[in-house]
């Protein structure tokens, strides 16, 4: 069975030396975090299999409500309304994540930076897509940039310096994958969530693995390559489908450049694996932002498993490379 995705094909099948009694796999698929995601889970039985997959969907959905951007009640959704140069107390989890993003922004040069809502609603890439005139963009980017957010980690506490909003969209759904994964690691039994364009598994034993197939940049539906995955999680960002055409026929891309404010169209995609799904979500979104020989600079020297996809603009082949640590992880095997 195929389940099709946004960024990759994911094909449901172990492979794998089985026990004296085979496991029953028990699969849900389910609207959550603005996409249908598909959840697996290999128990000793269907009623337990079924318990574990409720346990979860409750993880997502309260990761959800910490961090959506179409709720009004969520934590982010609050911060963004959040009178300027005042506190809000927020969860600890949530300032943790934060920290986390906080880092990976410093790390990045700012290629990841989700305090881009201005910037969102400029482009309406929540909508139809529109282009701003050069007006309004120098306003929306006025009022993005991380650096504007301050959290304080001893007390929990955020603010913001000017009205900048943040969007979880480049690493709210590896957060909820990790919620996931820190809540479930000490049960038995091997699970896979497929949220889109992101991949997670859980730590398993022995020769069993996942097999995850890699979409072509432009096509979703047709694999360019197999990995055999049996931990962590593994995130593609590209353009494919879900990059929009307005009525003029201008392609508009779903990922900013937060340095320039304006959308980043590119015939290629990236595909990074992480032990910690959020910082695959981030990378995955930071490599794609980056031009692609400086990306793949980046990762090498901080031992990052990347691989990069890109169309030639000639030919229509595929021009795939991957860093060491992608090679030694994947394509060795």
Known sequence: MKV??????????????????????????????????????????????????????????????????????????????????TWLDAPRRVCSLLDQVAYWHEETDG?????????????????????????ELAAAKARS???????????????????VAIDAGGFGKGAALDRVRRAESVEPGSWLIDFGGQVAVSSISGDDRWSIAVAHPEFRDVPILELQLDEGSVATTGGSERDIVTDNDVRLGHVIDPQT??????????????????????????????DSKDALTWSERRGIAAYFADVNTETGSV???????????????
């Not at 309260?62 to 951007?69: C, M, N, Q, R, V």
């Open 111 to 135: 290629a990841f930076d989700p305090a881009i809502g201005a910037l969102i609603d400029a482009w309406s890439l929540r909508g139809e897509g529109r282009q701003p005139d050069a007006d």
């Open 319 to 333: 021009v795939q490379t991957a860093t060491d640590a992608f090679t030694e992880r994947f394509l060795g095997q």
């Open 4 to 85: 099709h995705t946004a960024g990759m094909l994911l094909c449901l099948s172990a492979v794998a030396c089985q026990p004296t009694v085979a496991p029953i796999r028990v699969e849900r698929t389910v609207f959550l975090m603005g996409t249908l995601a598909t959840l697996v889970v290999e128990s000793p039985g269907r009623s337990a299999g079924v318990e574990r997959l409720d346990r979860m969907v409750r993880l997502i959905e309260e990761t959800e409500a910490d961090l959506s951007s179409w709720r009004e009640d969520s934590v982010l959704s609050t911060l963004n309304r959040q009178p300027i140069g």
């Open 261 to 290: 404010g304006l959308t980043v169209n590119r015939r290629s995609s990236v595909t990074v694996w992480h032990q910690d799904a959020v910082v695959a979500d981030i990378l995955s979104t930071a490599l794609y932002v980056m």
């Open 145 to 163: 940039g991380f650096h504007h957010l301050t959290i304080d980690s001893e007390n929990c506490a955020l603010s913001r310096a000017v009205d």
